[in-house]
Nanobody, 129 residues
């Protein structure tokens, strides 16, 4: 089992920035994917960003981004802290959603939420115009 706890959400004006964190605990795997997903009221869940992680490696893993966030969001991990981050810049009102952290040890389509087995409880991001 893997436990994931998100933090860092909040309210910000358009153009502002937030950094989300996801602390992971429990079983660890040699390689795995972690991702950020979001869901706005009345909308389907959307894959935002994902990263391939090799435990103990100092080389950043490969990343994937949704077209809607490319150039504005950056996913990263700190292996020593077992923490995943999502730096969100130039935020827009359409970025408003509940953001979830997810993980999976097997092969995944990086931005396909159905491929992930472990999920956090989510953190709310609200961007006002």
């Amino acid at each position: 089992q893997v436990q994931l706890v998100e933090s860092g959400g909040g309210s910000v004006q358009a153009g502002g920035s937030l950094r989300l964190s996801c602390a992971a605990s429990g079983n660890t795997y040699r390689t795995y994917y972690m991702g950020w997903f979001r869901q706005a009221p009345g909308k389907e869940r959307e894959g935002v960003a994902a990263i391939y992680i090799r435990t103990g490696s100092t080389i950043p893993g490969s990343t994937n981004y949704a077209d809607t966030v490319k150039g504005r969001f950056t996913i990263s991990q700190d292996n020593a802290k077992n923490t995943l981050y999502l730096q969100m810049n130039s935020l827009k009102p359409e970025d408003t959603a509940m953001y979830y952290c997810a993980a999976n040890s097997g092969l995944v389509q990086p931005l396909n939420g159905y491929d992930y087995n472990y999920w956090g409880q989510g953190t709310q991001v609200t961007v006002s115009s």
